[in-house]
């Protein structure tokens, strides 16, 4: 009982914090004998608060037995692009370093995020992804922007 119990413990940590993130594709990087191959995956979510932007977001998953399980650890590199996709509209006053998105990429320590700023003075949504491990974290990071700019053809 005990063993099924951890088991299950240990599936619910592989499911992503938050959802919404939709694979657009993948490429493979490293051939595995045993277990899917390494890869690079790009996915896309759109900001739960801004209506009109949607982030794409590229980083590694790591294959093998241990990847197959969602147990392995994935890299902390990754990149982002975040693109105006319609009229900009805040569903609610914006907080700067709010969470867009949030995944595990390990069994349990590690996490990939997607925070936003709201630069005022130029008018722009700043977009930064990282990556955190309870004990060590990352300096690596990628960061992004969008004007914010009248949609053509929206009504004003």
């Known amino acids: 009982m005990r063993l ?7 599936a619910l940590l592989t499911v992503p914090l ?3 993130a939709e694979e ?6 490293v051939f595995k004998f045993v277990g899917p191959n390494d890869r690079i ?6 900001d739960p608060k801004v209506d009109g932007v949607t982030c794409y977001l590229s980083r590694a998953k790591t294959g093998g037995i241990k990847g197959g399980l969602g147990m392995a650890e ?7 692009a975040c693109r105006q996709v319609g009229p900009i509209h805040f569903k609610e006053d914006l907080k700067d ?14 996490t990939m995020q997607v925070v936003r700023f ?10 930064l992804v990282y990556s955190d491990r309870v004990i060590d974290g990352s300096p690596q990071n990628a960061v992004t922007a969008i004007p914010i700019v009248p949609w053509a053809g929206a009504a004003q």
């Not at 994935?74 to 982002?80: G, Q």
């Open 74 to 80: 994935d890299r902390a590199e990754a990149s982002i």
């Open 118 to 127: 709201l630069d005022k003075k130029r008018n722009t949504l700043v977009y």
């Open 24 to 29: 657009i594709g993948s490429v493979s990087t």
């Open 4 to 10: 099924i119990q951890g088991l299950c413990a240990a």
């Open 18 to 20: 938050l959802a919404g």
């Open 41 to 46: 995956v790009v996915e896309a979510f759109d």
């Open 97 to 110: 370093g709010d969470e867009v998105f949030k995944e595990r990429t390990s069994l349990v320590f590690k």
